[in-house]
C-alpha cells in the first residue's frame, strides 16, 4: 500500500529549530512536496526535493534520502508566524499522495 | 495573476439535498484535483483530472460524489443526497503538469465550507 508517515503534532520555541520527519512508502516517486497550511486556510508551496540531499530556502530547508523513504523540513529562526500544519506529499507517477500533516505550534 | 478560485466560500445545506462546488482553476494549468478536508485532519484525495485523460476517481468516497471538468478548464464537484458526514471543507487545486516533477506544484484555492444540517 501507500503510506506517508509524519508526527502529529510539535511544539518549539521562538528561534529555535525544529525538525519535521516525513517518511513514506509508494509505489512509484517523481518527487517529494512540503506544504504549509495555517488554520482555516489552504496549503501553500514550500519545497521540492527529486534528488538525495538539502534544498535550502531562507530559513526553511528539506532534505530528501530516497533509498530511505525520508524526508525532513528544517525550520529556523522560528518565528511565531510559523505555527501551522507542515504537509509532506510524495509524487509517483501521475499521483500525487499527501501526508495528515504535522501541527506546529510555537511558543514565546 | 489570478489564482485559483472557488465558490461558493461557504455552503449549508439539508440533509438529502444535493450540491454543486466550482473550481477555476489557474490559466494554462493541465491537471486539477480535488481534496476534502475535515477539521484538524489531514487531506482527502477525491478525485484528479490531467488534460484529455480520463479521470482518476479513486478517492471519490461514493456513487453520491461525481466531478466534471469542461473544455479542460472549470471543474464542478456534485454531492448528491448530502449526509453530515459530508461536512468539510472541499479544496480544489490546479498544477502545470502532472508528470510528478516541480510542475506538479499545486496552487490551492481558498476552499468551499460545505456544513450539512
Known amino acids: 500500500g501507500q503510506n506517508i508517515d509524519q508526527p502529529t503534532e510539535m511544539t518549539a520555541t521562538e528561534g529555535a529549530i525544529v525538525q519535521i520527519n516525513c517518511t513514506y512508502q509508494t509505489s512509484g516517486f517523481n518527487g517529494l512536496f512540503w506544504y504549509q497550511q495555517h488554520a482555516g486556510e489552504a496549503p501553500t508551496f514550500l519545497s521540492y526535493n527529486v534528488l538525495d540531499g538539502l534544498e535550502e530556502k531562507g530559513r526553511f530547508s528539506s532534505f530528501l534520502s530516497r533509498s530511505k523513504g525520508y524526508s525532513y523540513l528544517l525550520l529556523k529562526e522560528l518565528q511565531m508566524k510559523d505555527s501551522a500544519s507542515y504537509l509532506c506529499a510524495v509524487t509517483g507517477g501521475f499521483k500525487t499522495i499527501f501526508g495528515a500533516g504535522t501541527r506546529l505550534f510555537v511558543k514565546a | 495573476g489570478a489564482g485559483v478560485s472557488q465558490s461558493p466560500s461557504n455552503k449549508v445545506t439539508e440533509k438529502g439535498k444535493d450540491v454543486e462546488l466550482r473550481c477555476d482553476p489557474i490559466s494554462g494549468h493541465t491537471a486539477l484535483y480535488w481534496y476534502r478536508q475535515s477539521l484538524g485532519q489531514g487531506l482527502e484525495f477525491l478525485i484528479y483530472?490531467?488534460?484529455?485523460?480520463?479521470?482518476?476517481k479513486s478517492g471519490l468516497p461514493s456513487d453520491r460524489f461525481s466531478a466534471e471538468r469542461t473544455g479542460g478548464s472549470v471543474s464542478t464537484l456534485t454531492i448528491q443526497r448530502t449526509q453530515q458526514e459530508d461536512s468539510a471543507v472541499y479544496l480544489c487545486?490546479?498544477?502545470?503538469?502532472?508528470?510528478?516533477?516541480?510542475?506538479?506544484?499545486?496552487?490551492f484555492g481558498p476552499g468551499t465550507r460545505l456544513t450539512v444540517l
Open positions: 487545486a490546479s498544477s502545470l503538469g502532472g508528470a510528478g516533477h516541480i510542475t506538479d506544484t499545486q496552487y
Open positions: 483530472f490531467q488534460g484529455n485523460s480520463a479521470p482518476d
